[in-house]
C-alpha cells in the first residue's frame, strides 16, 4: 500500500508539472509578444510611464484575452511592482521570491494554485483555480531581462484535466500494482505449498530416521545385554574352573607331595634323596600355580561394593602379591548404579591393568584413579617405567580380552605413553 501511495503520488505530480509547464510556456509565450513591447521603459527606467500603464490595462480589460487573465502584475529588475490590475499594489515591494528571481534570471516559471504569499490573497479570494505564470520581460535588441510578468490565468480546464490525469494514474497504479499482487500472491501461495509439501516429505523422513535410530538404540541395548550375559556367564564358567582346579587338581598334587615324604624313609640312598627332592619341589611349585590361577578366575564378593571398594580390593590384592604400593584415587559416587556385567569389568580392568604395569613398568610409582564426567565412568592405570614400546603396544591375551569386554559395553580402552612424564598408562572410558 506504502509503494502504490508513493507511485501514485509521484506519478501525479510528474504528469501535474508537466501539464502546467506546457500551457506556462504557451501563455507566456502568447503574453510575451503582447506586453514586452509595452515594457520597453523599463530597459533605461525602473518604472512605466501612465501610458504604458493605461495600455497594458486596456489590453487585458474586455478583451477575450482579458477574461482568461484575471489579474496581473509588472516588476522591474528590483521587484517593485510598477504595473498591476490592482493600482494599490503598484510601487510595494514583496521582495524577491523564488519565482521572481528565478524569472529575473529569464526562466518562465508557473505555478497551479499556489496562492499563499501577501500579495496573492486578493486571487485567491476568488476562489478559482489559478495558474500563475511568472515570464521575463526582455530588451527589445539586447535580451537582457528587464523586468518580470506576473499572470493569473483561470485554469478550470486545466483543473480537470489535472483531475482526470491524477484518476488515470492513480487507476492505472492501481491496477498494475492488484497485478503484481496478485501474481506474488500467486507465487507466495505456490512456494508455501511446495514448502508444506517439503516439510510433510521431511517429517516422514524424519519419522522414519527416528523409528530406525530407536530400532538401532534396541539392538544395540540387546547386544549389550547378551554381551553382559555372556561375561556374567563366563564369569560363572571360570569360577567354576577355578574351584574345580582348587578341589580337584590341587588336591591330588596335595597328595603327591605327602607320599612323596613317606617314600623318603624307602629310598634311603643319597641319589634318591636328591630325586625326591626335586620331584618335590616340582609338584610343590604347581600346587603354588595352580591356587594362583584359581584366585585370579574366581572373583571376590563384588556384588554388595561400591565401585571404588572393588578398585581398592583390587589394588591391595595386588599389593600383597607382589609387595608393590599402588596409590588410589576414586571419586566415583557411591551409589553409582552398574550392572553386574560392568561390576566385573571394572574388576577386571584394574586387576588385568595393575598386573601390566607390574610386568611391563616394573611397578614403578603405579597408581589407578577413577572419575565420573558428563556420566561416563573413566578409569586410569598408570606407572612410571619405560612406557609404551612395539612389543608391549601389540595386545596381548589378557589385553585383548579385556578390550572385547569393555566394547561389548560400549567402552573404549586405550594404551598409550603419558604426556606428563615417562611412563605408561592404560585408560578405559565406559558410560
Wanted: overall charge negative.
Amino acid at each position: 500500500m506504502l509503494s502504490a501511495a508513493l507511485i501514485g503520488q509521484f506519478s501525479a505530480r510528474r504528469i501535474e508539472a508537466a501539464v502546467v509547464r506546457s500551457t506556462a510556456d504557451a501563455t507566456a509565450l502568447f503574453m510575451d509578444s503582447v506586453i514586452a513591447p509595452l515594457g520597453q521603459e523599463l530597459s533605461e527606467e525602473n518604472d512605466l510611464s501612465p501610458g504604458a500603464r493605461r495600455a497594458v490595462s486596456e489590453l487585458l480589460s474586455g478583451t477575450p484575452l482579458g477574461q482568461r487573465v484575471i489579474s496581473y502584475k509588472l516588476r522591474n529588475r528590483d521587484g517593485v511592482l510598477v504595473a498591476a490590475s490592482d493600482a494599490s499594489l503598484i510601487g510595494r515591494d514583496f521582495g524577491l521570491s523564488g519565482a521572481v528571481a528565478r524569472a529575473l534570471r529569464g526562466e518562465v516559471i508557473a505555478t497551479f494554485e499556489d496562492l499563499h504569499d501577501e500579495e496573492d490573497s486578493a486571487e485567491a479570494a476568488l476562489g478559482l483555480p489559478l495558474l500563475e505564470i511568472y515570464s521575463p520581460i526582455r530588451a527589445a535588441w539586447s535580451g537582457e531581462v528587464i523586468g518580470v510578468a506576473e499572470f493569473y490565468e483561470v485554469a478550470t480546464g486545466l483543473a480537470n484535466d489535472i483531475a482526470e490525469a491524477r484518476r488515470n494514474v492513480w487507476t492505472a497504479v492501481v491496477l498494475v500494482l492488484g497485478c503484481i499482487g496478485c501474481a506474488l500472491y500467486l507465487i507466495v501461495l505456490q512456494g508455501s505449498r511446495t514448502i508444506v509439501r517439503q516439510q510433510g516429505e521431511l517429517a516422514r523422513q524424519l519419522a522414519d530416521l527416528r523409528a530406525m535410530s530407536n530400532h538401532n538404540t534396541q539392538l544395540r541395548l540387546r547386544i549389550q545385554q547378551a554381551a553382559a550375559r555372556a561375561t556374567a556367564m563366563n564369569e560363572t564358567a571360570l569360577r567354576g574352573i577355578g574351584a574345580d582346579l582348587h578341589d580337584g587338581p590341587a588336591q591330588y598334587m596335595g597328595y603327591a607331595a605327602l607320599r612323596l615324604d613317606s617314600l623318603r624313609a624307602l629310598a634311603p640312598g643319597e641319589a634318591a634323596q636328591r630325586e625326591i627332592d626335586a620331584v618335590m619341589t616340582s609338584v610343590q611349585d604347581a600346587i603354588r600355580e595352580i591356587r594362583q590361577i584359581s584366585r585370579g578366575l574366581a572373583l571376590p564378593d563384588i556384588e554388595n561394593r561400591s565401585p571404588c571398594e572393588i578398585l581398592r580390593s583390587v589394588a591391595e590384592a595386588h599389593m600383597a602379591r607382589t609387595g608393590v604400593a599402588v596409590a588410589i584415587d576414586c571419586s566415583l559416587p557411591a551409589d553409582l548404579p552398574l550392572d553386574p556385567a560392568r561390576r566385573i569389568c571394572l574388576y577386571r580392568f584394574a586387576q588385568e591393568g595393575l598386573t601390566n604395569a607390574w610386568r611391563h613398568g616394573q611397578g614403578s610409582d603405579t597408581s589407578l584413579s577413577a572419575a565420573l564426567a558428563e556420566g561416563v565412568i573413566r578409569v586410569a592405570v598408570r606407572d612410571r617405567g619405560p612406557g609404551v614400546s612395539s612389543e608391549r603396544s601389540e595386545d596381548g591375551m589378557g589385553l585383548a580380552g579385556l578390550r572385547d569386554r569393555v566394547e561389548s559395553l560400549g567402552g573404549t580402552v586405550v594404551l598409550r605413553n603419558r604426556d606428563d612424564v615417562p611412563g605408561a598408562e592404560l585408560v578405559m572410558e565406559m558410560e
